[in-house]
């Protein structure tokens, strides 16, 4: 065993990775829950992600298509999820947890003669210049677009939920949803939209580690991802760029224990394994306790059904 | 367009009215909302639309605005034809509305609550300069930073309002704006509504409070049933000839037999109480003492502590800090099956969710707050005819209008299921009730049949602590008086010894001492 | 134009028959599923639903076997009910279900192989503790500290898996099994087995306890003052605090029956049908139950039949996978979409769809 063969570059370069994929689905969750609504089923979207831009990869040749065939993949389950809770006003909660369910099912039934088969690799970037830095290039500027594209989008979030009109609008549809409509505004339609905006993140989210970070298809291959993100969303307090530290610092455990297990350190692979959920479960107990809704900024029309009224 | 109605006393009357309708006719499954509506309005008017809880007011000026569309009838605008499809259509014609219950956002700072609601973009410096502008010209102070929930009602009022002048409307609809202000904000409202007439605003004013719409408007329509039962002009009236027109036949006062008080009951010392709602007020150092046979009025506008010195006298919730005292000994720790066991019943603000569960039929309410002292269950299990008996006997003893005990609570009108959750209470020999807004969102005649049950509960020597916004409820009802302003409250007063004034003071917090 | 209206009175007859139209409409579109698979709907669905129960060759095995895999889903399912009516989600039974069998496995195996009486009862104690023990952590977390137990409850499913890993690697592993991976069969073990009570029939302990369960708690949803606060506190928690319920006390409790059952319904699927302790042993039992409770209208004589109907598609997924090659997935993805039918449906409880001339 020896710790000194951990290369911090490699680390961090590799937990950027890790983290991306969580990262992306996190986003497109805040977004969707800034509009008021609780959609549980990212883990069933983004395993449908990840088999749908697989197919499209494998059958295409092409990883570009590949990727966005999973946005689409994950967008059009999601349509399921907005039909249920918006029009027929099922309970979110449980509408979620059906859409995981029907998503891993979905996925395994796509993707049994899928196995075992490599994808095309997605071409990395050459970034003159910046990706020849000693360090900080192999540390920053050595990474695939999505990875950039994972922290280009939270920083658009940001700016869409600070600076813009629309932004305004999702906000205040999710924080007063009887306001919302008074003032004219259509709490379904901005509802919906924002739903299918999150079901691609979560679906790229799975193209992402079907076609890159794994790259292969195996079953039930999110494994507790998709819940993740949802903790990683409480976490950041509702706050797009937290979302950047949560997912970094989970991605860092979660390379950290693999590094360690790599390297067989005296301690169970078991007990390794469990660290990235336990670690979830301290961070979502440190968030929750003691701070009120005005600290964190939990929408505050969250997971409540809207019925027009006269 | 032709009209019958003589337009006497007003500015304008010759000219093209601003707003015209004619026929307006909604339905809502089996209730007609509103028949046959007639109205116009002119230029500069300040014209009152008058009716009790019920009436249709409210789905009227929704439909001036764009947020249900009428069955059929026809709305005109300076005789151009007018049919809004949502209220951005309304803001385009400008016609702006502020709410009775305000569409606001309480995490969302002024200027993110202004800029929402607007349809014309601004930069965000010139949108936060003419904020500050227009509510320096027009009396109304705000500041683009603060966060709403953290505003007075009478604040959160003025945001809207700077909302709608931000469009520079030429009709103004205030649906029941006086009621979450207290007598000096009220007095800046109407200097501000009368400023804007006489530029030549129109405004609809919505209330069911008399003296202010003869102190403020012109004219007024009455509805009643759903249909326009009088427009006039209001100073020819007098505030029961209207009262009457409201209601359909005269208002009986309630009648108070007796007044004997007994000993001290509950006696609160240095309370505190913290609000659950992170916008809310908490309750500081509150004293209070309340004699069986007593009716205790609190005043104040809603969202003063009224909620939290609710929860703290029910049981709800434990006080943070300070003693509450029944019959000489301490209650502070129990809960409210506890105290309702003493005898200490209470009946909360919010019917549907709170005194009452929607979704559960009339006999299933009952168990909430009579398990124990009706003795419902035995060994824990639920006796099912005990407790539809018990439905039956409230829905008969207190003329709750609906089928029996099986209907659920969310099918009864609002008059009808505070008649029931007042009823159960009282149904149970309180020695102390504490009831909070009886008479909020309730028709005339139940109004009047829970306050002469509760006068009749004090002179059997029960304590009841009426929590109410209503001020002419208050000094109807109650012995003594006092308001609950920013958590805290005044000494109590015998109503008989009040001026306006000292109610004013009373209610704009300027007695208490800091 | 189409009219939402909410009804005013409770409808029966509506609440029952909303779960057979959903299955109807499962069926309907299960089968154009099988069709686009390239299989005959017909009999597809007739392979799953009708011939575990009829069909001559097949009956005799399959009709215990639905009893078999009924009885965990309908545990869990009870337990898990209650907490759903008082919006306390518990979906981390899966994890509960691991801990029961480890806990109680642990017991059985260190007592190996000397034979007691009291074992089996003492087994079946630990596996219920380990059930509340498991509950218990995302139940007090979200009590003391507002955290969401929906996120605790299910990481702590990854968790427990991870603890069986290690188990039946480790230090739960067969001494005798030559290295492979798993624990010694708890059901050859007399003291510890969970057996058939009247043999051929497949009703074990964990049958008789569930149809006990299914009566106990249905007396205790319906008649007892317990059942009353759990659905009040779904429907208006501040109604129900009225009512002078602690929140938190429920809280606890709805967790505690939810994990205590499925920590039982674990110790009886490795003393029985499991046999043994090891990565694969748990099926998605806690999570299947999710939609049996739902579909039993969270109501324990509903999830009876829902939970027989479950075991119905496992029984009849795997006969259609044996005769007609269907991929597993696709009986998961038919149990999906039940749930989704379902929840479509919901609407009709409460309202009615009216048609109205504008």
């Given at each position: 065993m020896d710790i000194s063969s951990i290369d911090p570059v490699i680390l961090i370069a590799s937990l950027m990775v890790s983290s991306t994929s969580i990262l992306l689905a996190a986003t497109g969750e805040l977004i969707v829950e800034k509009s008021g609504v609780l959609n549980l089923g990212v883990e069933g979207m983004m395993i449908i992600g990840a088999i749908c831009g697989f197919i499209i990869c494998v059958e295409f040749k092409s990883p570009f298509l590949g990727l966005i065939g999973s946005a689409?993949?994950?967008?059009?389950?999601?349509?399921?999820?907005?039909?249920?809770?918006?029009?027929?006003?099922?309970?979110?909660?449980?509408?979620?947890?059906?859409?995981?369910?029907?998503?891993?099912?979905?996925?395994?039934?796509?993707?049994?003669?899928?196995?075992?088969?490599?994808?095309?690799?997605?071409?990395?970037?050459?970034?003159?210049?910046?990706?020849?830095?000693?360090?900080?290039?192999?540390?920053?500027?050595?990474?695939?677009?999505?990875?950039?594209?994972?922290?280009?989008?939270?920083?658009?979030?940001?700016?869409?939920?600070?600076?813009?009109?629309?932004?305004?609008?999702?906000?205040?549809?999710?924080?007063?949803?009887?306001?919302?409509?008074?003032?004219?505004?259509?709490?379904?339609?901005?509802?919906?939209?924002?739903?299918?905006?999150?079901?691609?993140?979560?679906?790229?989210?799975?193209?992402?580690?079907?076609?890159?970070?794994?790259?292969?298809?195996?079953?039930?291959?999110?494994?507790?991802?998709?819940?993740?993100?949802?903790?990683?969303?409480?976490?950041?307090?509702?706050?797009?760029?937290?979302?950047?530290?949560?997912?970094?610092?989970?991605?860092?455990?979660?390379?950290?224990?693999?590094?360690?297990?790599?390297?067989?350190?005296?301690?169970?692979?078991?007990?390794?394994?469990?660290?990235?959920?336990?670690?979830?479960?301290?961070?979502?107990?440190?968030?929750?306790?003691?701070?009120?809704?005005?600290?964190?900024?939990?929408?505050?029309?969250?997971?409540?059904?809207?019925?027009?009224?006269? | 367009?032709?009209?019958?109605?003589?337009?006497?006393?007003?500015?304008?009357?010759?000219?093209?009215?601003?707003?015209?309708?004619?026929?307006?006719?909604?339905?809502?499954?089996?209730?007609?909302?509103?028949?046959?509506?007639?109205?116009?309005?002119?230029?500069?008017?300040?014209?009152?639309l008058l009716g009790e809880n019920g009436a249709g007011k409210s789905t009227l000026v929704k439909i001036i605005y764009g947020l249900i569309s009428a069955d059929s009838g026809e709305m005109y605008i300076s005789n151009t034809k007018y049919r809004p499809k949502n209220p951005k259509d309304a803001?385009?014609?400008?016609?702006?509305?502020?709410?009775?219950?305000?569409?606001?956002?309480?995490?969302?700072?002024?200027?993110?609550?202004?800029?929402?609601?607007?349809?014309?973009?601004?930069?965000?410096?010139?949108?936060?300069?003419?904020?500050?502008?227009?509510?320096?010209?027009?009396?109304?102070?705000?500041?683009?930073?603060?966060?709403?929930?953290?505003?007075?009602?009478g604040q959160q009022q003025r945001i809207e309002i700077v909302r709608c002048l931000l469009q520079s409307p030429k009709l103004l609809i205030m649906d029941e704006p006086t009621s979450v202000l207290n007598p000096m904000e009220i007095e800046q409202l109407f200097n501000t509504l009368r400023k804007l007439a006489s530029e030549g605003t129109s405004i609809l004013y919505i209330s069911h409070k008399l003296n202010e719409v003869k102190e403020l408007c012109n004219r007024a329509t009455v509805l009643r049933g759903g249909k326009v039962i009088r427009t006039c002009n209001i100073k020819d009236y007098s505030t029961a000839e209207i009262a009457e027109l409201m209601v359909g036949n005269s208002v009986k006062a309630t009648v108070r037999t007796n007044k004997i008080f007994g000993e001290t009951l509950l006696k609160i010392q240095n309370l505190y109480q913290d609000s659950e709602d992170p916008y809310g007020i908490s309750i500081k150092n509150l004293n209070l003492e309340i004699k069986s046979g007593q009716i205790l009025g609190i005043g104040g506008v809603s969202g003063n502590g009224q909620e939290e010195l609710m929860t703290a006298l029910s049981g709800e919730l434990k006080p943070k800090k300070g003693k509450i005292l029944f019959n000489g000994s301490l209650i502070n720790s129990l809960n409210?099956?506890?105290?309702?066991?003493?005898?200490?019943?209470?009946?909360?603000?919010?019917?549907?969710?709170?005194?009452?569960?929607?979704?559960?039929?009339?006999?299933?309410?009952?168990?909430?707050?009579?398990?124990?002292?009706?003795?419902?269950?035995?060994?824990?299990?639920?006796?099912?005819?005990?407790?539809?008996?018990?439905?039956?006997?409230?829905?008969?003893?207190?003329?709750?209008?609906?089928?029996?005990?099986?209907?659920?609570?969310?099918?009864?009108?609002?008059?009808?299921?505070?008649?029931f959750v007042v009823g159960r209470e009282l149904l149970q020999n309180p020695k102390l009730l504490v009831i909070n807004q009886p008479t909020w969102g309730v028709d005339a005649a139940a109004a009047n049949f829970i306050r002469q049950a509760i006068i009749n509960l004090a002179e059997a020597g029960t304590a009841v602590i009426i929590i109410s916004q209503d001020l002419d409820e208050l000094l109807?009802?109650?012995?003594?008086?006092?308001?609950?302003?920013?958590?805290?409250?005044?000494?109590?007063?015998?109503?008989?010894?009040?001026?306006?004034?000292?109610?004013?003071?009373?209610?704009?917090?300027?007695?208490?001492?800091? | 134009m189409i009219e939402i209206v909410p009804r005013t009175q409770k409808s029966n007859l509506i609440s029952a028959t909303i779960p057979i139209m959903a299955v109807i409409l499962t069926m309907l579109f299960g089968g154009i599923l099988f069709w686009s698979l390239g299989k005959n709907p017909f009999e597809t669905i007739r392979m799953i639903f009708w011939d575990p129960l009829m069909n001559e060759t097949f009956a005799d095995y399959a009709r215990p076997q639905i009893l078999v895999k009924a009885a965990p889903l309908i545990l869990i399912a009870i337990g898990l009910s209650f907490g759903f009516r008082a919006n306390i989600w518990n979906i981390g039974a899966e994890g509960q279900f691991i801990m029961g069998a480890i806990l109680s496995g642990s017991l059985g195996l260190y007592m190996y192989p000397q034979e007691s009486s009291i074992l089996f009862p003492l087994m079946i104690i630990l596996g219920i503790f380990g059930g509340i023990l498991w509950a218990s952590i995302p139940g007090l977390l979200r009590a003391y500290f507002n955290t969401n137990e929906i996120l605790v409850s299910l990481m702590l499913v990854y968790v427990a898996e991870q603890i069986m890993a290690a188990a039946s690697i480790g230090f739960l592993r067969n001494p005798d099994g030559s290295g492979f991976?798993?624990?010694?069969?708890?059901?050859?073990?007399?003291?510890?087995?969970?057996?058939?009570?009247?043999?051929?029939?497949?009703?074990?302990?964990?049958?008789?306890?569930?149809?006990?369960?299914?009566?106990?708690?249905?007396?205790?949803?319906?008649?007892?003052?317990?059942?009353?606060?759990?659905?009040?506190?779904?429907?208006?928690?501040?109604?129900?605090?009225?009512?002078?319920?602690?929140?938190?006390?429920?809280?606890?409790?709805?967790?505690?029956?939810?994990?205590?059952?499925?920590?039982?319904?674990?110790?009886?699927?490795?003393?029985?049908?499991?046999?043994?302790?090891?990565?694969?042993?748990?099926?998605?039992?806690?999570?299947?139950?999710?939609?049996?409770?739902?579909?039993?209208?969270?109501?324990?004589?509903?999830?009876?039949?829902?939970?027989?109907?479950?075991?119905?598609?496992?029984?009849?997924?795997?006969?259609?996978?044996?005769?007609?090659?269907?991929?597993?997935?696709?009986?998961?993805?038919?149990?999906?979409?039940?749930?989704?039918?379902?929840?479509?449906?919901?609407?009709?409880?409460?309202?009615?769809?009216k048609l109205k001339r504008s």
């Open positions: 689409l993949g994950g967008a059009l389950l999601s349509m399921i999820f907005a039909a249920v809770t918006q029009f027929l006003r099922a309970n979110q909660v449980a509408s979620g947890l059906a859409l995981t369910l029907f998503g891993l099912g979905l996925a395994s039934l796509l993707g049994h003669s899928y196995t075992g088969i490599k994808p095309p690799y997605l071409p990395k970037p050459n970034i003159p210049l910046l990706s020849d830095i000693p360090i900080v290039g192999k540390m920053l500027f050595q990474h695939d677009v999505v990875v950039y594209f994972s922290i280009v989008s939270v920083v658009a979030a940001w700016f869409l939920f600070q600076k813009t009109k629309l932004g305004l609008i999702v906000k205040a549809v999710g924080e007063n949803q009887e306001s919302a409509h008074a003032l004219g505004y259509n709490v379904i339609r901005t509802r919906v939209i924002a739903i299918l905006v999150g079901g691609s993140f979560a679906g790229l989210a799975g193209g992402y580690l079907s076609l890159v970070r794994v790259p292969q298809w195996t079953e039930g291959m999110t494994a507790g991802a998709g819940w993740i993100a949802l903790a990683l969303v409480v976490f950041s307090g509702w706050k797009p760029l937290r979302l950047i530290i949560g997912a970094y610092i989970f991605g860092g455990f979660t390379i950290l224990q693999l590094n360690l297990q790599a390297i067989g350190i005296e301690l169970s692979v078991a007990l390794l394994s469990m660290t990235p959920y336990i670690v979830t479960i301290i961070a979502l107990v440190l968030i929750s306790s003691g701070k009120g809704r005005v600290g964190t900024s939990t929408p505050g029309s969250l997971g409540k059904v809207f019925m027009k009224v006269r | 367009m032709t009209s019958t109605r003589p337009l006497t006393g007003t500015r304008q009357s010759q000219a093209i009215p601003l707003l015209s309708l004619s026929g307006i006719t909604k339905s809502f499954s089996n209730i007609v909302a509103n028949s046959n509506i007639k109205l116009s309005l002119n230029h500069g008017e300040i014209h009152a803001r385009k014609n400008r016609i702006g509305m502020v709410f009775q219950h305000f569409s606001l956002f309480n995490a969302m700072n002024v200027y993110e609550n202004i800029a929402v609601g607007l349809d014309d973009s601004f930069s965000e410096l010139d949108l936060r300069y003419r904020i500050i502008d227009l509510s320096k010209k027009y009396g109304l102070p705000l500041n683009p930073n603060d966060v709403v929930g953290n505003l007075s009602a409210s099956e506890e105290r309702r066991s003493l005898g200490i019943f209470s009946a909360p603000e919010e019917r549907l969710g709170h005194a009452a569960c929607p979704d559960m039929t009339l006999s299933d309410n009952v168990l909430i707050t009579c398990s124990k002292t009706a003795n419902l269950t035995k060994y824990g299990f639920i006796q099912k005819d005990l407790t539809k008996n018990l439905a039956q006997n409230i829905i008969s003893k207190f003329d709750v209008r609906t089928k029996d005990f099986s209907s659920l609570a969310s099918s009864l009108s609002g008059g009808n299921l505070q008649k109807e009802v109650s012995d003594d008086f006092t308001a609950l302003v920013s958590g805290r409250i005044s000494n109590p007063r015998p109503v008989g010894d009040l001026g306006l004034k000292d109610i004013g003071e009373m209610m704009s917090g300027t007695l208490l001492d800091d | 991976p798993g624990s010694r069969n708890l059901s050859q073990y007399p003291s510890a087995a969970n057996l058939e009570i009247i043999a051929g029939t497949g009703i074990h302990w964990g049958v008789a306890t569930s149809i006990i369960a299914v009566l106990f708690f249905y007396i205790l949803l319906h008649k007892h003052k317990f059942g009353f606060q759990v659905s009040i506190s779904g429907i208006s928690p501040k109604a129900a605090r009225l009512s002078g319920i602690n929140p938190k006390f429920l809280i606890i409790w709805c967790l505690g029956i939810s994990g205590g059952l499925a920590g039982l319904a674990g110790m009886f699927e490795l003393t029985g049908p499991a046999g043994q302790i090891n990565i694969d042993f748990n099926v998605g039992y806690g999570f299947t139950a999710i939609i049996v409770a739902f579909l039993g209208r969270l109501n324990p004589i509903g999830i009876f039949f829902a939970g027989i109907l479950m075991a119905l598609t496992y029984v009849g997924g795997e006969l259609t996978q044996f005769m007609l090659n269907l991929p597993a997935a696709a009986i998961q993805v038919f149990q999906g979409m039940l749930l989704f039918f379902l929840l479509s449906m919901d609407l009709l409880v409460n309202y009615k769809i």
